[in-house]
T-cell receptor
Framework: DTGVSQDPRHKITKRGQNVTFRCDPISEHNRLYWYRQTLGQGPEFLTYFQNEAQLEKSRLLSDRFSAERPKGSFSTLEIQRTEQGDSAMYLC????????????????FGPGTRLLVL | GQQVMQIPQYQHVQEGEDFTTYCNSSTTLSNIQWYKQRPGGHPVFLIQLVKSGEVKKQKRLTFQFGEAKKNSFLRITATQTTDVGTYFCALGRTALIFGKGTTLSVSS
């Protein structure tokens, strides 16, 4: 296992279309996070899962955003009725549970999916 | 909610010079993490600080957490071209709050 993977790496869509991104975390990492990053900014937290449970979703940007992790392995992030303001890099990260606290709190980021909404 | 200010936003140095980025909060922090993002890349974890006044070193990188746990800095001594990128501090343990980052450029 070489790290967190995300698919697709790039997505161009037209305003109003729905898009879905996939994230495969590092094997045996129980926690999975989604962030959004726009140009010149740090990543902005969206939501996270511990196994299949979504523990924090209040930071999802609107009700057009939803995330799932049905079997506690890979996760999907869906954006419905995309808007031009949704154009950004969507990053996924994972972290292990167990071990020292610092180890559990280290987040390993994937390469991201760059979304462009026309 | 918690916020963190990171300065400077940009820094250009000559290779071999030192570089420092600062992270400041108005509230006491439980911990702070530092990440590096290379151009076109993704954030990579560097270190986590949790104790007041804590200092950690990684080769040419020195990280310090303030005594009041409201600020932190990252210093790189004798910068190299491989150090280019954006350095972020981040608060929290799961739902991380990132600063805006300091983008470092290095000319040889």
């Amino acid at each position: 296992d070489t790290g967190v993977s995300q698919d697709p790496r790039h997505k161009i869509t037209k305003r109003g279309q729905n898009v879905t991104f996939r994230c495969d975390p590092i094997s045996e990492h129980n926690r999975l996070y989604w962030y959004r990053q726009t140009l010149g900014q740090g990543p902005e937290f969206l939501t996270y899962f511990q196994n299949e449970a979504q523990l924090e979703k209040s930071r999802l940007l609107s009700d057009r955003f939803s995330a799932e992790r049905p079997k506690g392995s890979f996760s999907t992030l869906e954006i419905q009725r995309t808007e031009q303001g949704d154009s950004a890099m969507y990053l996924c990260a994972s972290s292990p549970t167990g071990g020292e606290p610092w180890y559990q709190e280290t987040q390993y980021f994937g390469p991201g999916t760059r979304l462009l909404v026309l | 909610g918690q916020q963190v200010m990171q300065i400077p936003q940009y820094q250009h140095v000559q290779e071999g010079e030192d570089f420092t980025t600062y992270c400041n909060s108005s509230t006491t922090l439980s911990n702070i993490q530092w990440y590096k993002q290379r151009p076109g890349g993704h954030p990579v974890f560097l270190i986590q600080l949790v104790k007041s006044g804590e200092v950690k070193k990684q080769k040419r990188l020195t990280f310090q957490f303030g005594e009041a746990k409201k600020n932190s800095f990252l210093r790189i001594t004798a910068t190299q071209t491989t150090d280019v990128g954006t350095y972020f501090c981040a608060l929290g343990r799961t739902a991380l709050i990132f600063g805006k980052g300091t983008t470092l450029s290095v000319s040889s």
